[in-house]
């Protein structure tokens, strides 16, 4: 085992897009104080747990870099953003709010994985392949221990090459619920070409606010 690679796989905190009640996706929202005070406690319950990384690895976007730089002060690591591990391009959609759009761009009844959000955008393949992409860079840095914190979306394709599963198509598949914060653990034996998922914390799930 000693070629182990670890990884953890974090998502953002609760941005302002989440209160705001709209797609994010590109829409590029920065935390919310709650979101940031999230952050803060899973730094807080890394350190108290002795959790050790080498390195964090996070989104450009606002959400994802705040945190990883919040946790990375914290933990004193060195802080690096990769493009790869953005959300998803979800086009028209990013920054409108949910009511609107079930009315002006309401869902079809099914979007094969090939098939762009609206003409714009990605596919699920399209972020599969990036997600694989960005996997595949942080395995070939060889043995270590790594904080990825991205996105639910293309945390979850990540995790189904992992699997060996398909993109999702039309919300069908596997899914991991990953909360504000949530994480998942798991070990990369490169010698022996096996995944061991040590933890699922699915994080926070705060209510929407009023009105």
Same mark, same amino acid.
């Given at each position: 085992?000693?070629?182990?690679?670890?990884?953890?796989?974090? %998502?953002? &905190?609760? #941005?302002? +897009?989440?209160?705001?009640?709209?797609?994010?996706?590109?829409?590029?929202?920065?935390?919310?104080?709650?979101?940031?005070?999230?952050? +803060?406690?899973? $730094?807080?319950?890394?350190?108290?747990?002795?959790?050790?990384?080498?390195?964090?690895? $996070?989104?450009?976007?606002?959400?994802?870099?705040?945190?990883?730089?919040?946790?990375? $002060?914290?933990?004193?690591?060195?802080?690096?953003?990769?493009?790869?591990?953005?959300?998803?391009?979800?086009?028209?959609?990013?920054?409108?709010?949910?009511?609107?759009?079930?009315?002006?761009?309401? %869902?079809?009844?099914?979007?094969?994985?090939?098939?762009? @959000?609206? &003409? #714009?955008?990605? #596919?699920?393949?399209?972020?599969? #392949?990036?997600?694989?992409?960005?996997?595949?860079?942080? @395995?070939?840095?060889?043995?270590?221990? %790594?904080?990825?914190?991205?996105?639910?979306?293309?945390?979850?394709?990540?995790?189904?090459?992992?699997? &060996? +599963?398909?993109?999702? $198509?039309?919300?069908?598949?596997? /899914?991991?619920?990953?909360?504000?914060?949530?994480?998942?653990?798991?070990?990369?034996?490169?010698?022996?070409?096996?995944? @061991?998922?040590?933890?699922?914390?699915?994080? /926070?799930?705060?209510?929407?606010?009023?009105?």
């Amino acid at each position: 085992m000693n070629d182990c690679i670890s990884i953890v796989f974090l %998502r953002h &905190g609760r #941005s302002r +897009a989440d209160d705001e009640q709209v797609h994010e996706g590109r829409y590029d929202s920065p935390l919310t104080a709650l979101g940031r005070e999230q952050a +803060a406690q899973r $730094a807080a319950d890394f350190l108290t747990r002795g959790f050790i990384f080498d390195s964090v690895t $996070a989104s450009p976007l606002l959400r994802a870099r705040e945190t990883a730089e919040i946790i990375a $002060a914290t933990l004193h690591l060195p802080l690096e953003t990769d493009p790869d591990w953005m959300e998803l391009d979800n086009g028209v959609l990013a920054g409108l709010p949910f009511s609107e759009t079930t009315v002006k761009y309401p %869902r079809p009844a099914f979007r094969n994985p090939y098939e762009q @959000i609206w &003409g #714009s955008g990605e #596919s699920e393949w399209d972020i599969y #392949s990036r997600a694989a992409h960005a996997l595949e860079t942080l @395995i070939r840095r060889g043995p270590g221990k %790594r904080l990825v914190v991205a996105h639910g979306g293309v945390l979850n394709a990540a995790l189904r090459t992992i699997a &060996g +599963a398909a993109p999702a $198509a039309n919300n069908q598949g596997l /899914f991991h619920a990953f909360g504000d914060t949530g994480y998942l653990r798991c070990e990369y034996v490169p010698g022996a070409h096996r995944w @061991i998922i040590r933890e699922f914390q699915p994080g /926070f799930f705060p209510e929407p606010p009023a009105g």
